[in-house]
């Protein structure tokens, strides 16, 4: 069983930057790949993948809209993982979601536990 709680979301101004953080419990989080996904307010606006890394760290994806802007990196003797999102944009705006699974993937129904999530707003 792992447990998360995210932390670090806020107001910024485009262009600004934000780190997410999301602290897990158990004994086992160095044994789990961990993603962020992010959900955008409004109707039909469903959650979509942002980033994940291994349990090791030694490989990442990222979502093409964030490529290049956001990383993805994790403390496995904190127990934590971060998201650093620079040049943010006003589409950046969402409840960012950090989760955890077996393995490592891009979708959402392979993750087994999620945290409760985020607000990112950015202003234009």
């Known amino acids: 069983q792992v447990q998360l709680v995210e932390s670090g979301g806020g107001l910024v101004q485009a262009g600004g930057s934000l780190r997410l953080s999301c602290a897990a419990s158990?004994?086992?989080?160095?044994?789990?790949?961990m993603g962020w996904f992010r959900q955008a307010p409004g109707p039909g606006k469903e959650r979509e993948f942002v980033a994940t890394i291994r349990w090791d760290g030694s490989t990442t994806t990222y979502a093409d809209s964030v490529k290049g802007r956001f990383t993805i990196s994790r403390d496995n003797a904190k127990n934590t993982v971060f998201l650093q999102m620079n040049r943010l944009k006003p589409e950046d705006t969402a409840v960012y979601y950090c989760?955890?699974?077996?393995?490592?993937?891009?979708?959402?129904?392979?993750?087994?536990?999620w945290g409760q999530g985020t607000q990112v707003t950015v202003s234009s």
């Open positions: 158990g004994r086992t989080f160095s044994s789990y790949a």
């Open positions: 989760a955890a699974r077996r393995g490592m993937g891009i979708y959402i129904s392979e993750y087994n536990y």
